[in-house]
Nanobody, 125 residues
Framework: QVQLVESGGGLVQAGDSLRLSCAASGRTFSRQPMGWFRQAPGKEREFVAAISWSGGSTYYADSVKGRFTISRDNAKNTVYLQMNSLKPEDTAVYYC??????????????????WGQGTQVTVSS
């Protein structure tokens, strides 16, 4: 079983930066593709970014490309989301998610069986 705990959310102004962290338990983290998703009030959960188990491949939603960076430290069982140039439309609860070990990266939320509890990011204008 994998447990995920996000941290790093908060209230910032437009143009500011935040770095989210997701600490994972379990012995298979280094072989699990990871993803970040977000859900704004009244909207469906949407893909933000994903990273392969090795960290060699990354994927981004068009809305965050060039502003957000996903990375991972397999020695620390942690995945990060560096968010720069934040906009009010980035306001949402951000969730970390993990796929099963030895699978490929995905932008589809239903392909991630493990989820964290979420961390709130609020960007004021």
């Amino acid at each position: 079983q994998v447990q995920l705990v996000e941290s790093g959310g908060g209230l910032v102004q437009a143009g500011d930066s935040l770095r989210l962290s997701c600490a994972a338990s379990g012995r298979t983290f280094s072989r699990q593709p990871m993803g970040w998703f977000r859900q704004a009030p009244g909207k469906e959960r949407e893909f933000v970014a994903a990273i392969s188990w090795s960290g060699g491949s990354t994927y981004y939603a068009d809305s965050v490309k060039g502003r957000f960076t996903i990375s991972r430290d397999n020695a620390k069982n942690t995945v990060y989301l560096q968010m720069n140039s934040l906009k009010p439309e980035d306001t949402a609860v951000y969730y970390c998610a993990a796929r099963q070990a030895f699978t490929g990266s995905s932008y589809q939320s239903y392909e991630y069986p493990y989820w964290g509890q979420g961390t709130q990011v609020t960007v004021s204008s």
